[in-house]
């Protein structure tokens, strides 16, 4: 388990530096990625929606 939590926590932080370097062109591109990857039935993908609006 100590495994997945660091590899987590890897990504979770590569995201956020990617985010952080310019926020107003990642962001979109973020959202648009996770589109592809994420199915539309989660509670995820409405919260999604909402950042677009």
Do not use: C, H
């Amino acid at each position: 388990m100590e495994l997945i939590n660091t590899i987590q926590t890897a990504g979770l932080r590569m995201i956020y530096e990617y985010i952080d370097k310019n926020p107003k062109e990642n962001l979109p591109k973020l959202g648009e990625y996770m589109d592809r990857f994420i199915p539309e039935n989660l509670a995820l993908s409405s919260q999604l929606s909402a950042i677009r609006s």
